[in-house]
């Protein structure tokens, strides 16, 4: 089964099945899809508990405008843990707090581009939590709500940027020499590129091009050096808070 | 020509005298708060309940809150906003008085902030000064319970929050909440003697966080456990919507029914995850069951709190479900009450930033894209790309830099968040607008609200509708 991501936050990759290529192609104007496979990752070697990527995703309308997005996060992974921050540069982190905490008056909270903290139990469940900084709040978010904050609720696809189930019954096209399988698809109008790296388990890059050159997206993502500490391992002053905490 | 005269005086005074009569016919008062429950939001419900009912024109549906003979355009502004937040907004209604935002039922002179914005509130407890900064305002709630009425508070939000907080509260900032909850616990420190010695009659909703102390899970700072007290005070608890099934309600004089932790789930999850929580029409039915034994009448507060929450997320489709659930604690009022005797008056407290966007084809699905109403194609933007009938002109929205293909599917799925006009980027942060919102009336006195009319003057027309 396809899903499409809710959130503009953190796209998952556009890996997909035969059946949904007509749905796909629909959507492939975002590139903004999805499996639906929550099922726990395959286990192999460590995998890489740190990884920088990169998103970039433009389109030409029927106006003539070109748009383009760009954007990284870092994702800090464990077996069953799982954090993705924003890259925000100092200056508009700074600009943002000027204009966030300075005035009077009515305000919802201001966790504009917070990070997310994403756990998972033996069983599957998720328990997410937006973690605002400025107020030293952990802020759980409940499943009606994971659109609110970008999270489209797949967590295979968010924690190795492509979900590895959705690879095993299809053939690489290649495997370079550090074992990477690089896989070639072409659904409709879209030719999608995607290389995998089965040790490290992530989605080393994933490039979607329309063949009209009127879009086009790609992630890539870089290993970082392992960090001595998680960023949940400081979280111990945080208070638990939950979305309603976020409304009026 | 002086019979004439006389004759129009006559006629000109006994349709004064009759409107009196109506007015002074209300021995209860029903008062329904759709919390953002705009104009917009009432449309697209009215379709999507006449989608749900099969109509082949579902446009043609009328809500029950539609079906009230009487209707008014309301000004919402606040003292200091042209948009009001819950607090004013309802505040207004309740008191007769403007105040400015944050501010639960304190006069207009009264601020939430200090003078260098900081809140005068921390973690859920009031640091308002204890003078010079404002005088509270005298609810409707305890006006009527001063003239022996019975009285009720029925939420699917916190009842500690701002909306439920106007008709029992006063407190200078909303987020006060710790500090709200103990006004309403008879007899204990920080109680609003205003209430009487017993308190409200009814109080349901969310909210059991404010009522707990933070070593049993709750916020409260104090150590007071106020679900006790609350017990203590006399009144029967119930926790689940199997238990107020469960009250013997021709028995019970006092009940206190807190659902959740924080607000009740929306209706789409709580039916969806067959949750163990009452509706919105069950705990109206149960507060009018209590209240209506009263002889001397009753104020009922009933409030479809969560219809706001969802526009702030853009999640039309969870908005018009509450909004849906609303309107059927509205038809379980209006079913069980005598109208003659009772007013029942519907309205919100201010409006949401959705919009109801292009020329649709008549019965097009209103949560669905938008498909042209000559050929019945999908409307296309400028990119050629479809998009919703259900739109917001801001908030935090679905986080693209350019616009999705949307597929019917995807955006009829529950989860599906609309599309936004200005991006705040911050979740749930689809702010309020200012627009005027509708008010409709039924029941005794009703036929006083119509026109356009300042939110304040509902308090008046009300009393009046009562004689009181």
Redesign the interface.
């Known amino acids: 089964m396809l899903r499409?991501s809710?959130?503009?936050?953190f796209r998952p990759p556009f890996f997909m099945e035969k059946e949904n290529v007509s749905?796909v192609i629909?959507?492939?104007?975002?590139l903004?899809v999805a499996l639906v496979l929550m099922m726990p990752p395959v286990a192999s070697a460590e995998p890489v508990e740190a990884l920088r990527v990169e998103y970039q995703?433009?389109?030409i309308?029927?106006?003539g405008v070109r748009?383009?997005?760009d954007y990284a996060e870092t994702l800090y992974r464990e077996e069953n843990a799982l954090w993705i921050e924003r890259e925000i540069p100092e200056a508009a982190e700074r600009e943002h707090d000027q204009h966030a905490h300075?005035?009077?008056?009515?305000k919802?909270?201001?966790?504009?581009?917070a990070p997310l903290w994403i756990r998972r139990d033996g069983q599957g469940n998720l328990d997410v939590k937006?973690v605002d900084r400025h107020e030293k709040r952990l802020i759980d978010i409940a499943?009606?709500?994971?659109?609110?904050?970008?999270f489209d609720g797949h967590w295979a696809e968010s924690w190795a940027l492509a979900d590895p189930r959705a690879l095993e019954s299809l053939k690489p096209a290649s495997t370079d020499e550090n074992g990477r399988e690089t896989y070639q698809l072409e659904r409709g109008d879209h030719s999608i590129t995607l290389v995998w790296d089965p040790t490290g388990r992530y989605a080393v890059s994933i490039i979607a091009q329309g063949r009209q050159g009127l879009s086009g997206r790609t992630i890539r993502a870089t290993p970082l050096a392992a960090p001595d500490n998680m960023p949940w391992d400081d979280l111990g002053d945080y208070?638990d808070r939950?979305?309603?905490d976020?409304?009026? | 020509m002086k019979a004439s005269i006389i004759g129009g005086a006559l006629i000109c005074c006994a349709a004064a005298l009759a409107t009196q009569n109506a007015a002074a016919e209300a021995k209860n008062i029903i008062f329904f708060l759709g919390d953002g429950m705009g104009p917009v939001t009432q449309t697209a419900a009215r379709i999507y309940a006449g989608e749900k009912l099969g109509l082949e024109i579902p446009e043609r549906h009328k809500l029950a809150m539609e079906q009230l003979p009487y209707a008014a355009r309301i000004k919402t502004y606040s003292e200091?906003?042209q948009t009001t937040?819950?607090a004013p907004g309802m505040a207004s209604y309740m008191t007769g008085m403007k105040s400015k935002?944050?501010v639960i039922s304190m006069t207009p002179d009264t601020n939430?902030?200090d003078a260098n914005?900081n809140p005068y509130q921390t973690?859920g407890d009031s640091t308002c000064p204890a003078s010079g900064n404002g005088e509270r305002a005298q609810t409707l709630l305890e006006i009527l319970k001063a003239r022996g009425y019975g009285t009720g508070v029925v939420s699917t939000t916190?009842i500690t929050h701002?909306t439920p907080a106007t008709t029992y509260a006063h407190i200078c900032n909303?987020n006060a909440e710790n500090t709200i909850a103990a006004q309403m616990v008879p007899g204990g420190d920080g109680y609003n003697g205003e209430l009487g010695d017993d308190g409200i009659d009814v109080i349901l909703g969310g909210g059991r966080r404010h009522f707990l102390p933070t070593t049993d899970g709750g916020r409260r700072t104090d150590g007071r456990d106020l679900l006790v007290e609350m017990q203590n005070a006399g009144y029967t608890y119930v926790s689940t919507g199997s238990e107020l099934a469960g009250v013997n309600l021709a028995g019970t004089d006092k009940l206190f029914g807190i659902f959740n932790s924080?607000?009740l789930?929306?209706e789409?999850?709580r039916v969806n995850g067959d949750l163990n929580e009452p509706s919105l029409a069950d705990m109206t039915s149960a507060a009018i069951d209590i209240l209506s034994r009263n002889q001397d009448g009753y104020f009922l507060m009933v409030e479809g709190g969560r219809i706001?929450?969802a526009l702030?997320?853009?999640?039309a489709k969870?908005a018009l479900e509450d909004t849906l659930a609303f309107d059927e604690a509205i038809a379980t009022a209006v079913s069980k009450v005598d109208m003659e005797d009772t007013l029942i008056v519907v309205t919100a407290d201010h409006d949401h930033v959705m919009a109801f966007n292009g020329y649709s084809k008549i019965g097009n699905p209103v949560l669905g894209l938008l498909k042209e109403y000559r050929s019945g194609e999908l409307a296309l933007d400028?990119?050629?790309?479809p998009f919703t009938t259900l739109v917001f002109g801001n908030g935090?929205g679905?986080?693209?830099?350019?616009?999705?293909?949307l597929?019917e599917?995807?955006v009829l799925e529950?989860?599906?968040?609309q599309e936004v006009g200005v991006r705040?980027?911050?979740?749930?942060?689809e702010t309020h607008g200012g627009g005027d919102i509708r008010l409709t009336a039924g029941g005794a006195g009703s036929e006083q609200f119509k026109g356009t009319l300042n939110n304040i003057e509902v308090f008046g027309l009300i009393q009046d509708a009562m004689g009181l």
């Not at chain 1, 629909?26 to 975002?30: I, L």
């Not at chain 2, 702030?312 to 999640?315: F, L, S």
């Not at chain 2, 400028?382 to 790309?385: D, H, I, R, S, T």
């Open positions: 499409v809710k959130g503009g936050r749905k629909n959507r492939m104007g975002c903004a995703q433009w389109q309308g029927r106006d748009q383009q997005m300075g005035g009077l008056g009515h919802h909270a201001d966790v504009v581009g937006l499943r009606p709500y994971y659109g609110n904050v970008g208070r939950d979305y309603s976020l409304l009026d | 200091d906003a937040d819950s935002n944050e939430p902030n914005g973690n916190r701002a909303r924080s607000d789930n929306y789409l999850d706001d929450h702030h997320g853009t999640n969870r400028a990119q050629g790309k935090g679905p986080r693209e830099a350019s616009r999705a293909t597929t599917s995807e529950d989860d599906y968040l705040l980027g911050g979740p749930g942060s």
